[in-house]
Each structure stands twice: as structure tokens, then as C-alpha cells.
């Protein structure tokens, strides 16, 4: 079928140029000589994370347990769950642990490991476990400068509850960076919030310490990974408009896009109304820092070429779209490249793979949590 012949909207997945970003990152990786266990919150689909490895099963991050359980069924084995655990969630992480090689979980406080210690108790139950480190993005993670942090590691070492396997951090403030020289400016405090705290570690005798990194504009514009032994970027493997606005990418490397249909024309107002509102393309704003005026997405030709529109406001199923140049008639074609693609991506139930014009594939996704 050709994909202009899908009901819309459609979530478009072009395998070659996935298959481009994955290969691309997975050899910079392996010519750094740093482990690669790349996240899969971006598309959390069987198919793209063994095209991470290459077409084979590898080391894997997800973001929820759903995502951790689904791949673990499709035979992968050895997962990072990369999210502060929720004492709650305990019992069900400690169960797929049983089931894997591997389930590495992530803690950054006191009262996470009390209930690592409060299982261990109950029922025996061990954890292979990470302590967040916050680089500078202030979202998760303990600060390596404090006291506080270093009494933390020191428990978690010594504790009979957990195996501590490493430190991970995440450079999420590279996506407001304005320009690439910022982005390897993060990308430097990246590698060196987490090693100055694994050196201090090693000073005090815990070792053996596994420093994880990685977020896709850090690890898209640096040439080699350098200080650290594992990484772990995600978004990569579609990229979008904000990553391409942004510099971590080109356009003709952003994998996806929402095929959309004008449902209505008002040249008069200089005006139209697609059919991919918020629930098929996500509300994110974009690189607004770059472009305040960079609209929901950027809307183009189903050449992918930008058109003379502007996405300026989504309800839950309408978009509205200001145009500069002829407003196109109810029933035309568009496709639409999403500000992030992780948040449209998670919008769709099945994701259409094209081999250039042709749907050749569908890929369905791990949902919920
Ligand atoms: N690691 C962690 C802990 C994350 O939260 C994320 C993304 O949110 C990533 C890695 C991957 O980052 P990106 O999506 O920028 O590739």
C-alpha cells in the first residue's frame, strides 16, 4: 500500500533513515570503546531497539516497567530502568529481575534504599542499582557535591540489599541549549559531573563503578564518548524538529512524521484545519529558545519539504495551521515533523513503516507503565 492510501492521521516510520541513526550511533559507541545501552522510550518497540544492536538483542534503558517487562518478553535481558523507583514498584521490579540476566534499577535518596533494606528483610530480595547523579539538570539525581551524596554511595555500597553496579546521569538541560558549542559544553559537564564523583568513590575505596551517560544532543554532536563507560541516548533514533533545530541532527535524518489531511480551508483568514490535533502529535512546544514562533510541529509537502505554514494551535483532535502562501483545499496530504518525537510517537498504538513510498510494516508499541 502506498502510504498516502492510510487513514489519517498516521504515524509515518522511515525505516531506512532509523536504520541510518542507529547504525550511526551504535559505530560511535563501539569506536569509543564504551558499552551501548541505548533507551527506548522513544519508539519502546521490539523491532527498532535489536535495530539499536544492530539487528541483534543488546544492554537496553526504558523508562517504565511496561517497557522493561515487553522487551523482556521479546528475549532482552539485560535492562536499565532509568527512572527513580518507586517504593511501590518494588515487588514487580524484583520479579522481572528474577526472570533476567540483569535489571539494573535507579535510586537517589536515603528513603529509596530504606526500602530496598525493608524487602531485603521481608522476603530476601536483592537490587542491582545505580544512584542518579544530577549534572546540572536539576530534574532527578543527587548533587555530586555534597556530603550527603558521598554518605549515600557509602551505604549503598555496604548494604546487603543492593549490589551497587554504577552512577548514571542525564544532560536533559542540553535541550535548552541554544547553540552547538553549549550543547558540548553540557555534554563535557556530563562526563565530569559523573566522574569527579566516581574518582572521590574511588578514593574511598568503592570501586569497580560503571559511569553511565547520555542524552541524544550530547551524544549527537560529540565525536568520541570519552570519560565514561556506558551510554545511552534515545531520541536519536527518530530525532525531530526540535533536534534538528537544535543542530543534533539534518532534516533528512528526523525518521518520522504524522501524515495529516486538511479537513478545512479558509483563505479568507489565511487559514486551515488538519486532522492531527494534540492526542496525534503531542503538545510540546519545540526549541522556542531558538524560535518562539517555531509553532507544534513543521508542516511540510509529502516530499517533506517545509511549506509557508505554521502550526499555531492544537485542540484534541484539530490542528490549526496559519499559512503565508496559498491555503491548501480540504483533502490535501501533509505531513507534519513533530517537535518530539518521543511524546508523538507514544500518541500511536501502531506505528506505519514506509521503504520509500511504500507502508512495508507495522510496529506496535509497549503502552502504559
Ligand atoms: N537516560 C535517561 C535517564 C533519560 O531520562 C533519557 C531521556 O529522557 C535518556 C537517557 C535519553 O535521552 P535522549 O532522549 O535525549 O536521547
Same mark, same amino acid.
Given at each position: 500500500m502506498n502510504y498516502t492510501d492510510l487513514p489519517t492521521p498516521a504515524f509515518l516510520v522511515d525505516r531506512s533513515r532509523v536504520q541510518q $541513526?542507529?547504525?550511526?550511533?551504535?559505530?560511535?559507541? %563501539?569506536?569509543? $570503546?564504551?558499552?551501548? @545501552? /541505548?533507551? &527506548?522510550?522513544?519508539?519502546?518497540t521490539v523491532e527498532i531497539a535489536k535495530m539499536q544492536h544492530g539487528g541483534a538483542i543488546g544492554p537496553v534503558t526504558v523508562s517504565t516497567i511496561a517497557e522493561a517487562e515487553f522487551l523482556a518478553s521479546a528475549g532482552f535481558s539485560d535492562i536499565t530502568y532509568a527512572v527513580p523507583i518507586a517504593p511501590q514498584h518494588l515487588g514487580r521490579a524484583a520479579e522481572l529481575g528474577a526472570r533476567l540476566d540483569r535489571l539494573n534499577v535507579l535510586i537517589d535518596s536515603e528513603t529509596a534504599l530504606d526500602a530496598m533494606e525493608a524487602r531485603h528483610l521481608a522476603d530476601g530480595a536483592t537490587f542491582d542499582v545505580f544512584l542518579k547523579i544530577d549534572c546540572g539538570y536539576h530534574r532527578a539525581g543527587v548533587d555530586p557535591k555534597r556530603t550527603e551524596s558521598f554518605a549515600l554511595a557509602r551505604r549503598m555500597a555496604a548494604s546487603c540489599a543492593v549490589r551497587f553496579r554504577g552512577l548514571l546521569t542525564h544532560a536533559g538541560h542540553s535541550y535548552n541549549a541554544t547553540n552547538i558549542d553549549d550543547v =558540548?559544553? =553540557?555534554?563535557?559537564?556530563? *562526563?565530569?559531573? *559523573?566522574? +569527579?564523583?566516581?574518582?572521590? !568513590?574511588? !578514593? +574511598?575505596? =568503592?570501586?569497580? !563503578?560503571i559511569r553511565s551517560v547520555g542524552s541524544t544532543p550530547t551524544a549527537s554532536v560529540v565525536e568520541r564518548f570519552d570519560g565514561c563507560d556506558e551510554v545511552r541516548p534515545g531520541n536519536y533514533v527518530f530525532y525531530d524538529a526540535f533536534q534538528q533545530a537544535m543542530g543534533s541532527c539534518r532534516s533528512d535524518e528526523v525518521a518520522v512524521s *504524522? !501524515?495529516?489531511? &486538511? =479537513? +478545512?480551508?479558509? /483563505?479568507? @483568514?489565511? %487559514?486551515?484545519?488538519?486532522?492531527?490535533?494534540a492526542l496525534a502529535l503531542s503538545k510540546d512546544a519545540g526549541a522556542i529558545q531558538l524560535d518562539a514562533r517555531c509553532g507544534y510541529g513543521t508542516v511540510c509537502s509529502l516530499d517533506l519539504e517545509p511549506l509557508p505554514m505554521r502550526l499555531v494551535a492544537l485542540s484534541q483532535e484539530h490542528g490549526k495551521v496559519e499559512c503565508t502562501g496559498a491555503v491548501p483545499p480540504v483533502g490535501t496530504r501533509l505531513r507534519i515533523m513533530p517537535n518530539h518525537s518521543c511524546l508523538t510517537a507514544a500518541m500511536f498504538d501502531r506505528y506505519h513503516v514506509i521503504d520509500g513510498d511504500e507502508v512495508t510494516d507495522e510496529w506496535r508499541p509497549a503502552r502504559g507503565w
Open positions: $541513526n542507529c547504525d550511526r550511533m551504535r559505530a560511535k559507541a %563501539q569506536r569509543s $570503546n564504551v558499552a551501548f @545501552r /541505548p533507551h &527506548v522510550k522513544t519508539h519502546k =558540548i559544553r =553540557i555534554a563535557a559537564e556530563e *562526563v565530569s559531573a *559523573v566522574s +569527579g564523583f566516581w574518582r572521590k !568513590l574511588e !578514593l +574511598g575505596g =568503592i570501586t569497580g !563503578l *504524522v !501524515l495529516a489531511t &486538511v =479537513i +478545512g480551508s479558509y /483563505p479568507e @483568514r489565511k %487559514q486551515a484545519i488538519v486532522d492531527a490535533g
